[in-house]
């Protein structure tokens, strides 16, 4: 599979790699989704969320893959929802979503806490919560049925690469109408790579004729097509995840550098849980007509917040009690959002 | 990352890359099981269920990772429990479950089926099941119940090809002391290559600096281990999948012939819902005293035969009354495993 690598914009990007065959009909859904929330004024937010495949074969059967469980975007999106906004939950298939993901499979089977109760008199059993989980189950029961009521969550689902860039440009062009109140939170682990069809197996690569060799071209930068085409106005979150703490914050000073989007959330890929930075641009000083910046307002453009909440966990605390640091992600954001919304309505 | 391939035999495979720092609990637990089995006079059966990931980095982000939800050795499990088996359930982190498998977040969240019922004259409301999904979880539930109190299903995750292997070997060893009465059911999708420790990045590998290639090593065939080393008596099958359907028997019998196993289930990516095909040695014919056999005999060595359900599912039928193809195969498998186990006795 040596082939010679290629670069693509975003633009040849779309115009070479196929749309996925149910695009047309996810937009539309988007589109009522926006409008009802635009007639009922509230602000909306795009929540992406999980890990991107990039498949090596059409008839797929092996992938290149980015760690996200999706614990970020679908707890983020439960406290957008809390505090008033519509969201679009945008996320890999079978990754966490906003309100089950309190009752995973692996770590609290749901049906591990139901009971067979045999009444008197009764022919059929009774299916009961057990004690021990029943205010738990309650409090998320009462919101997830609320949001339902209120139609304020839309879920969109993405797989591979390919099909996220062309729902997230989609989208982003769908929900540019709400203009300010729009906002976007990207929380998606994207993959920088990807196999371009052209460059595809049909069938699965077949083992025993040596090793595997997979050559990747890089994804296009769409971060920088975002904010000056799809969405000029929207307000836009990025993530930035390393490994390398040293790399953290100047990665995200060269993401707000390069796409001039509003805010990127740095994060350590083991300290996540309990410790983000948020970097912005500084807003710069009014300067008098016709005055050039001075090199030191330049190299102070950006400026750094940490968020921490403790990670000691105290024990016997119910799950739905537990602090969480999305908590504390989405209140700081809900305020530098109304800000943007605010100063839009000024200029 | 480009650099000399290495070539891997299972034994120095296991010399080179490091166990996962769970194995010994994970085998002491498999021992305690096998022994309870045993005494209980048991068969046990091995299921291997969900891809295997490749880690690119020490500190992993990026992972290759073969397609599987999980279904077959999730669905399979079950019936083996309803025949009488105890299976050792030996699944990727995340992949269905037996039972739990029916209530995906994704396509029959349980959260939908739940109510709160306030009741008259008391405080705190009540939690209950739609009468529509009632039955079908009563069903399920009550299975899921009896499997616990009977102590008859273990299970243990893997991630990685590296936990995979690892696992695998442990294991086999600790179930070869049930001799013929351990089946190993082996529908995990495994991949076959993978990045020794000592070729791994330590952290994330950063984009921006041109297009991603990876050169990866061949796994060792570890059932040819299995069938001479680690489970000299033990009823192996293992599953082949190909999306091109010409190259499914020749690769099911070129297997068979290589690693000297039970039997090859073979499955089209797309067929396999309905249709598998059984592949296995046919027993040679009783040949005289010093007679040589002729070349014709060993051309038809290997016997297939096809296992079909119908494809065809009728609207409204209930989710616990759809037919599932794993449903035969195992029955055969019981089948063919009763009299593997009986062949043994007679010896």
Not at 15 to 41: G, I
Not at 134 to 153: F, M, P, Q, S
């Amino acid at each position: 599979m040596h082939m010679e690598p290629t670069s693509f914009s975003a633009e040849s990007y779309f115009e070479t790699q196929p749309p996925p065959p149910t695009l047309e009909h996810d937009v539309e859904q988007v589109r009522e989704f926006v409008q009802r929330q635009a007639k009922e004024r509230r602000n909306v937010v795009l929540v992406t969320s999980g890990g991107t495949t990039v498949p090596l074969e059409l008839n797929v059967v092996r992938f290149l893959d980015n760690f996200s469980a999706g614990t970020r975007g679908a707890t983020s999106a439960e406290y957008f929802l809390k505090a008033g906004y519509a969201v679009i939950f945008m996320h890999r298939q079978f990754s966490l979503q906003p309100f089950s993901r309190h009752y995973s499979h692996s770590t609290n089977p749901f049906l591990d806490f139901l009971e067979i109760e045999t009444l008197k008199g009764q022919s059929t059993p009774r299916i009961s919560v057990t004690q021990d989980k029943r205010e738990d189950l309650l409090e998320v029961l009462t919101v997830y049925k609320a949001v339902h009521a209120a139609g304020t969550l839309h879920t969109l689902t993405f797989v591979t690469v390919n099909d996220y860039l062309w729902l997230l440009r989609a989208v982003s062009q769908e929900l540019s109408v709400l203009r300010r109140k729009a906002m976007y939170y990207l929380a998606a682990a994207v993959s920088d790579f990807f196999l371009p069809r052209q460059k595809m197996s049909v069938h699965k690569i077949q083992s025993g004729k040596g090793n595997l060799s997979i050559e990747m071209d890089q994804v296009p930068k769409i971060l920088k097509s975002m904010v000056d085409e799809w969405t000029r106005d929207g307000y836009i979150v990025s993530f930035k995840l390393e490994t390398d703490p040293d790399l953290l914050i100047p990665k995200a000073r060269a993401a707000l550098e390069r796409y001039g989007h509003q805010v990127v959330i740095g994060n350590d890929l083991h300290r996540r849980k309990f410790e983000v930075v948020f970097v912005s641009r500084k807003p710069l000083p009014a300067l008098p007509p016709g005055a050039e910046p001075v090199p030191d307002a330049l190299e102070s453009t950006f400026v750094e917040s940490w968020l921490r909440i403790d990670s000691t966990v105290a024990t016997g605390v119910p799950a739905s009690q537990v602090k969480e640091i999305e908590e504390d992600i989405v209140a700081e954001l809900v305020r530098k959002h109304a800000a943007w919304v605010h100063a839009g309505q000024q200029a």
